[in-house]
């Protein structure tokens, strides 16, 4: 805070327990992860190396160290895992992650099937050497998971060993628990809300609008992600009632106009 301001929420400083936001890199230069991590990092609890860009990064090495110096978790996409997965490569998956200094893996199973004693196997092994934060949903629009089996799958990872769970919206917050036109598949979001502890779900907000929405349902501390990388200050701004959308989210009765 640059001034004083009465009436706003608490934010948790890093390492944050709650309220965690998680952008997706998908492609930044090094300097611009630099001007990043600088000026937004007090933010940012992780980037996500978007889908398979750690394999055509160049200078991934620097990359990681300028997150890592900035206390920022940095982990690759959930479709790198699944590039290495489809080709029966998971002893190599393990390695790159070794090999770049990645404490943190994600599984998921959005671009491939996978039965799911598989995937909670993937995570019972990869829970052995590293941290674990697991994807919920499909990236193919036509594939449609009902309901029950969200909580379902959900509470098997959570049980498995992920520390998280992701409900997947994808870049462009149109798929999983959004409808085609962005919109929020409510009935799913609610259940999932009903059923399990809101600090283990990470949910995918990539949109001002699907942002506002959890943060005036579930509060400022709501874990948000694929948080573009121009839009960490606007949504921290969001968090804390600074904008339009939460204007008055926060603010005593007596002050709420209506």
Do not use: H
Not at 188 to 195: G, H, P, S
């Amino acid at each position: 805070m640059n001034f004083p301001l009465e009436f706003i929420p608490n934010r948790e400083a890093k390492p944050r327990t709650i309220g965690q936001t998680m952008v997706i890199d998908k492609g930044l230069t090094c300097i611009e992860a630099e001007g990043m991590a600088q000026d937004a990092g007090d933010y940012i609890d992780y980037v996500k190396l978007g889908f398979g860009t750690s394999l055509v990064t160049k200078n991934l090495e620097k990359k990681i160290a300028i997150y890592k110096n900035a206390n920022i978790t940095p982990y690759f996409g959930g479709t790198l895992f699944e590039l290495f997965i489809v080709r029966n490569q998971f002893d190599e998956y393990q390695r790159f992650l070794e090999k770049y200094g990645i404490e943190m893996s994600e599984v998921s199973d959005g671009s491939m099937y996978m039965p799911t004693e598989e995937k909670l196997r993937y995570i019972k092994e990869l829970k052995k050497n590293f941290r674990v934060i697991s994807e919920v949903g499909s990236k193919d629009a036509s594939v449609e998971i009902p309901t029950e089996k969200w909580v379902e799958y959900i509470k098997a990872e959570l049980e498995a060993g992920s520390e998280k769970v992701i409900t997947e919206a994808r870049e462009s917050g149109t798929i999983g628990i959004y409808k085609k036109d962005g919109s929020a598949n409510s009935e799913l979001i609610d259940t999932i809300v009903a059923n399990f502890d809101i600090n283990k779900i990470m949910w995918e907000a990539p949109n001002k609008a699907q942002q506002a929405m959890f943060i005036k349902m579930l509060g400022a501390n709501v874990n948000l992600g694929n948080i573009a990388t121009n839009e960490v200050v606007a949504l921290e701004a969001l968090r804390m009632g600074f904008r339009g959308d939460t204007f008055f989210q926060f603010l005593p009765a007596n002050l709420k106009q209506k």
